[in-house]
């Protein structure tokens, strides 16, 4: 599948910013399901620097700054990627054996993964998480059967409810409360897969929803999305890491299906948030998001130029675009 991604943020401020620094998660990954096929992101007013790199778990972060006076700040990204369906993955090691694993051992060799077992700002450790997550964790179940067990219980049990957390509500107090958005559902299943000694990592991206039959669907209708990825030790190397959205009970290889985009990989929130930064001024604020997702049918003349890209390059202008030829 061909999908179209356009995510747009608007801040307004009241009096104006004097000057600023933010950093923007935007740019889809490449991973075996997913290939980035373009991508353009344009920032106004005209940023007096910009740069793009990788950070420490491979997503690419553009920072800018803005040096002028402005009272609008307006973030476009458009990306277009190709998504792929995979097999369904079979593991059959032991939770209990993986969780043992992860622990440190004197001059055993160093496990990457394991420093997605610790807390971290959004998703703490907790006996709260502990106690929700143990009817899932029977003896000698594997990691998978587990982790879908956890995934399918938080959809079960959780209301999804717009506008009933904040982004820095406390994962507990969601936990505590059975309702919030996917972004606390991936906090809640991070902590009690954590809590037990398996390494979990969040995910942001976007999902493709479909109006309803005989209705329109509206340009920003959409959100940004959220899910878990689960480390499985006994997976082919370079594919041990499955998805799991408890949003929406759906699972899978790279990702919880071709309708699934990513953007990045972080501990939480907090590490992939798509625009963060440091303002001086603008003591109040409105923000605007619009994300709109669709299927792209490219015409016969676009078909050449619809290959993967390159690996990335350190970018300096502020408009970069590259291409070759239930929330």
Not at 71 to 85: F, H, I
Not at 205 to 223: F, Q
Not at 270 to 292: F, K, M, N, Q
Request: glycine content about 4%; overall charge negative.
């Amino acid at each position: 599948m061909q999908l179209q991604v356009t995510h747009t943020t608007r801040y307004n401020y009241q009096p104006a910013v004097e000057t600023a620094q933010h950093m923007a998660y935007v740019r889809p990954i490449d991973h075996a399901g997913q290939a980035l096929l373009s991508h353009s992101m344009e920032v106004m007013p005209f940023p007096a620097q910009m740069r793009c790199t990788s950070d420490v778990y491979r997503n690419t972060r553009c920072f800018f700054s803005l040096q002028e006076p402005h009272s609008v700040l307006e973030v476009q990204a458009k990306s277009l990627v190709t998504t792929y369906p995979s097999d369904i993955p079979n593991s059959q090691v032991p939770w209990e054996q993986q969780r043992d694993s992860m622990r440190f051992q004197a001059h055993a060799p160093y496990e990457p993964a394991s420093e997605f077992v610790f807390a971290s700002p959004f998703v703490p450790r907790l006996q709260e998480f502990a106690a929700y997550a143990r009817p899932s964790f029977t003896p000698g179940a594997s990691v998978l059967e587990v982790a879908v067990s956890v995934m399918e219980r938080i959809y079960k049990d959780f209301t999804y409810e717009s506008l009933s957390t904040q982004i820095n509500t406390p994962a507990l107090q969601a936990l505590e409360q059975r309702k919030g958005v996917c972004q606390d559902f991936a906090h809640i299943m991070l902590a009690c897969l954590r809590t037990m000694g398996l390494p979990a990592r969040y995910v942001s991206g976007y999902l493709l929803t479909r109006p309803a039959p005989g209705t329109v669907k509206l340009v920003g209708s959409d959100a940004s999305h959220a899910w878990v990825s689960v480390y499985v030790a006994d997976l082919p190397e370079g594919a041990r890491w499955v998805d799991l959205d408890p949003t929406n009970n759906r699972w899978g290889w790279y990702a919880p299906g071709v309708d699934y985009v990513t953007l990045a990989v972080g501990r939480d929130f907090g590490d992939v948030s798509p625009l963060r930064g440091v303002i001086h001024g603008g003591a109040s604020h409105t923000l605007e998001v619009g994300v709109t997702v669709e299927e792209f049918t490219p015409t016969p003349a676009q078909l050449p130029a619809l290959t993967p890209f390159a690996p990335m390059q350190p970018l300096q202008k502020t408009s970069q675009s590259q291409s070759q030829s239930r929330e």
